[in-house]
C-alpha cells in the first residue's frame, strides 16, 4: 500500500525559506517519480518539480528554478523540497505526488496516481 505523508509547511516573510518532506512507503523503487505540485484557491493544481526515485532526472517548473530543490533520503524513505528566496505567490497547498514510473506527461497532475494530504505554505509580503 502506498502512503505519501507531507509536513513542514508554515507561514515565512517574503526571502525566507521552508523545506517540505514527504515521507513515502510502497514508492521507493528506483524508477519511481516522486513529485511536488501545489494549488492555490481557485487555480489549478500547478506542477513543481519531480525527480526519479534513484536521483538520475529531475524537473522543475520555470518560476522555482534556481530557488527550489527537490532531493529524497534513502535511508529515511523522504523526498524534501527545500524552497528559498519564497515570494507571496508560492503561498498554496503543496501536495507530494507519486508514481512508480517517470510520467510521460510530468507536469500532469492526472499522471500521479498518488497523492499526500497537501501542506500550507503562506508567503508574507
Known amino acids: 500500500q502506498v502512503q505519501l505523508v507531507e509536513s513542514g509547511g508554515g507561514l515565512v516573510q517574503a526571502g525566507g525559506s521552508l523545506r517540505l518532506a514527504c515521507v513515502t512507503s510502497?514508492?521507493?523503487?528506483?524508477?519511481?517519480?516522486m513529485g511536488w505540485f501545489r494549488q492555490s484557491p481557485g487555480m489549478e493544481r500547478e506542477f513543481v518539480a519531480v525527480?526519479?526515485?534513484?536521483?538520475?532526472?529531475?524537473a522543475y517548473v520555470d518560476s522555482v528554478k534556481g530557488r527550489f530543490t527537490i532531493s529524497r533520503t534513502n535511508a529515511k524513505n523522504t523526498v524534501y523540497l527545500q524552497m528559498s528566496s519564497l515570494r507571496p505567490e508560492d503561498t498554496a497547498v503543496y501536495y507530494c505526488?507519486?508514481?512508480?514510473?517517470?510520467?510521460?506527461?510530468?507536469?500532469?497532475?492526472?499522471?500521479?496516481?498518488?497523492w499526500g494530504q497537501g501542506t500550507q505554505v503562506t508567503v508574507s509580503s
Open positions: 505526488a507519486g508514481r512508480r514510473d517517470w510520467p510521460a506527461r510530468l507536469a500532469s497532475p492526472d499522471e500521479y496516481p498518488y
Open positions: 510502497g514508492l521507493t523503487f528506483s524508477s519511481s517519480a
Open positions: 525527480m526519479t526515485w534513484s536521483g538520475g532526472r529531475f
